[in-house]
């Protein structure tokens, strides 16, 4: 027999949690994180660390609801992860440091422009502003999608990122087309495509951008020491 106050069997009770109770948890997560972070690396990591909560959840929240440039705002502290496990190991913040940053910055448009057109109507019900309304919003996803890995293919061709970046901008290629001249099923499919692209092609740009940093490293080091006496 069920006791008196005991939920009823093959039934599951979700307790609402409070948004005052949500807000203390928050703010106590965030200031033992940059306390923890000050303590165990260094004040420039953990200011960092601040910067990036205070721009997204001041800056990039609120203008979901108002602009589909929250995208813009929201690379922003997107991208600051790489400063701040640079400023963790080095203690500083270099050309190499934000060379990571400018490539995180980059990557976020193609592949969260998938994730806005694949989840439209979801954002769209939620009141959320990803994409703008009319039929401009195929142009915004073209423009968001193909200028930054141009950009991205541009400005980083000295450090030969290769097939995988060539694929990448040839799965936005065929985004685009399917938004403009396929079917919604074909669409979904490139959609899905260019997500997965985005996911393989990150990490691996973090991996030569670190090798580059190391091999550059090495040879300014090899140069002091042809220069140092005896």
């Known amino acids: 027999m069920r006791k008196c106050g005991e939920p009823r069997a093959g039934r599951s009770y979700l307790r609402k949690i409070g948004q005052s109770h949500a807000l203390c948890f928050g703010?106590?997560?965030?200031v033992i994180g940059a306390i923890y972070l000050a303590v165990?690396?260094?004040?420039l990591a953990s200011l960092l660390s601040?910067?990036?909560?205070?721009?997204?959840?001041?800056?990039?929240?609120?203008?979901?609801?108002?602009?589909?440039?929250?995208?813009?705002?929201?690379?922003?502290?997107?991208?600051?992860?790489?400063?701040?496990?640079?400023?963790a190991a080095c203690?500083?913040?270099d050309g190499d440091a934000w060379l990571l940053f400018v490539v995180v910055f980059l990557w976020q448009f193609p592949h969260f422009m998938a994730i806005a057109w694949t989840y439209r109507e979801d954002y769209a019900r939620a009141g959320y502003l990803v994409l703008p309304a009319?039929?401009?919003?195929?142009?915004?996803?073209?423009?968001?999608?193909?200028?930054?890995?141009?950009h991205f293919s541009e400005w980083f061709s000295?450090?030969?990122?290769g097939v995988s970046l060539e694929l990448f901008i040839l799965q936005a290629l065929f985004f685009l087309e399917a938004l403009f001249s396929a079917?919604?099923?074909?669409?979904?499919f490139e959609c899905l495509s260019l997500l997965h692209g985005s996911c393989c092609l990150l990490p691996s740009s973090i991996f030569r951008c670190c090798c580059?940093?190391?091999?550059?490293?090495?040879?300014?080091?090899?140069?002091?020491?042809?220069?140092?006496?005896g």
Not at 40 to 43: E, F, K, S, Y
Not at 158 to 161: A, C, D, E, G, W
């Open 27 to 30: 703010i106590s997560l965030s």
């Open 40 to 43: 165990t690396t260094n004040a």
């Open 50 to 87: 601040i910067l990036t909560l205070l721009a997204y959840l001041f800056l990039y929240t609120p203008l979901k609801r108002k602009t589909p440039l929250c995208t813009l705002i929201g690379a922003l502290p997107g991208a600051m992860p790489p400063l701040i496990g640079w400023a």
């Open 91 to 93: 203690g500083r913040l």
């Open 134 to 150: 009319g039929k401009s919003k195929d142009r915004f996803v073209a423009w968001q999608t193909l200028l930054h890995p141009w």
């Open 158 to 161: 000295f450090l030969q990122f």
């Open 183 to 188: 079917t919604a099923h074909a669409l979904l």
């Open 212 to 229: 580059f940093a190391r091999v550059r490293q090495e040879m300014n080091m090899k140069r002091m020491l042809r220069t140092m006496p």
